[in-house]
Structure formats: C-alpha cells, structure tokens
C-alpha cells in the first residue's frame, strides 16, 4: 500500500489534469452544436447549444389554440428540459471516454 504523500499528490494532478484536457476537448468538439426536442407532435420545439443553453424555441400557433390552461407551459418546459438533457448527456459521454 503507497503511503507517499507526495506521489498521491501528483497521481490526483495527473488525473485532474487529464480530465481538465478531456473536458477541453469535448467542448471543442461539441461548439457549434445543436440540440432539439420536441412535443405535441412537433407543435413545440426547443433548440439549445452544446452547453444547454436555451438558443430557439418555436410554438405554433396551433399549439397555442389546442392547448387548455397550463398545458402549453408544461410542453415548453418539457421540451427545454429534453433539449438540455440531450446535449449535457453528449458532453458526459464524450468528457468520460476521453478520460479513460
């Protein structure tokens, strides 16, 4: 068992400074990218950026004339959330592979 202080400490730079690389290249690789989701069978839809940012959101008007009180919020919402989800899910997933 290592008990080498100064070895630990180096061990966790290197680990913190591969996963700082990994992270730089997922970010260079996603910038640029879209993501959307949608609801309602396409009557509302949210695109957001590479780092979850909320970029368009497009409600039709028949979204607007279908929906009863609350309902149309809750499609917004919803569709943000599936949009953010998406591109954070990408960046763990490329961040994590480039780590190993």
Same mark, same amino acid.
């Given at each position: 068992?290592?008990?080498?202080?100064?070895?630990?400490?180096?061990?966790?730079?290197?680990?913190?400074?591969?996963?700082?690389?990994?992270?730089?290249?997922?970010?260079?690789?996603?910038? &640029?990218?879209?993501?959307?989701?949608? =609801?309602?069978? /396409?009557?509302?839809?949210?695109?957001?950026?590479?780092?979850?940012?909320?970029? /368009?959101?497009?409600?039709?008007?028949?979204?607007?004339?279908?929906?009863? &009180? &609350?309902?149309? /919020?809750?499609?917004?919402?919803?569709?943000?959330?599936? =949009?953010?989800?998406? =591109?954070?899910?990408?960046?763990?997933?490329? =961040?994590?592979? &480039?780590?190993?």
């Amino acid at each position: 068992m290592e008990t080498d202080p100064v070895r630990k400490i180096r061990e966790v730079a290197e680990l913190l400074a591969k996963s700082k690389a990994a992270l730089l290249r997922a970010e260079g690789e996603l910038a &640029g990218r879209r993501y959307t989701a949608s =609801a309602r069978g /396409g009557l509302v839809r949210a695109e957001v950026d590479h780092r979850a940012r909320l970029v /368009g959101i497009h409600i039709d008007r028949a979204a607007v004339a279908r929906s009863r &009180g &609350g309902e149309l /919020g809750a499609y917004i919402v919803e569709v943000v959330g599936q =949009a953010r989800e998406e =591109a954070r899910a990408e960046y763990r997933r490329l =961040a994590r592979a &480039g780590v190993r």
